[in-house]
């Protein structure tokens, strides 16, 4: 996302109310700002990324074959590290 800069004016009133809502709030002026504007219907929403298990959930569970018990088993570790 390309991010650009943009400058307002704004009472003394609103800075001070803007200032005390990021503090309150502990995130960023511009943060406030971009969330209102979402809150109005204005910014886009962005998707969050998928997560690593929705990137692999499509393969899990379909090997087949394998040995049942690979994880107990300890004769699967002999000679491993060697």
């Known amino acids: 996302m390309q991010v650009e800069t943009l400058s307002i004016r704004l009472s ?11 503090k ?11 969330n209102a504007l979402k809150a109005y219907g204005v910014a886009p929403e962005v998707p969050a990324p998928p997560s690593a298990y929705e990137l692999v959930k499509h393969l899990l569970g379909r090997q087949s074959g394998g040995p049942s ?12 590290g060697r």
């Open 24 to 34: 309150k709030q502990n995130l960023s002026q511009g943060e406030i700002v971009r």
């Open 69 to 80: 018990d690979l994880s107990t088993n300890n004769k699967y570790m002999e000679g491993f």
């Open 12 to 22: 003394k009133a609103e800075r001070t109310a803007l200032r005390l809502a990021a």
